[in-house]
């Protein structure tokens, strides 16, 4: 089993950047495949970005293309989330997540495919 926990969320101004990270203790980090999603309230948790146990492999939603990136780094077992030009409807609870994959380019963009999920951590950005 794997332990995720997120950072790095808080309140910002629109047009601000921030980096959250997601921090994995337990089984080998190399053997997931991982993804950050968000949910804002009143709204159905959608994904946001993910990436291959390699990281040669990304997804990213629409809404955020060419504004975040994800990246991962297995020897500090930990994946982040670079969130630049934020929006007000970026505003939500950001979640990580962790996929067991045989397959090490693979990315997984549904969220009834993650097997473990961290606490989440807010992010809020003001106009």
């Known amino acids: 089993q794997v332990q995720l926990i997120e950072s790095g969320g808080g309140l910002v101004q629109a047009g601000d950047s921030l980096r959250l990270s997601c921090a994995a203790s337990?089984?080998?980090?190399?053997?997931?495949?991982m993804g950050w999603f968000r949910q804002a309230p009143g709204k159905e948790r959608e994904a946001v970005a993910a990436i291959s146990r390699s990281g040669g492999s990304t997804y990213y939603a629409n809404s955020v293309k060419g504004r975040f990136t994800i990246a991962r780094d297995n020897a500090k077992n930990t994946v982040y989330l670079q969130m630049n030009s934020l929006k007000p409807e970026d505003t939500a609870v950001y979640y990580c997540a962790a996929k067991t994959s045989t397959y090490h380019s693979g990315t997984y963009s549904r969220r009834l495919e993650y097997d473990y999920w961290g606490q989440g951590t807010q992010v809020t950005v003001s106009s």
């Open positions: 337990g089984r080998t980090f190399s053997s997931y495949a």
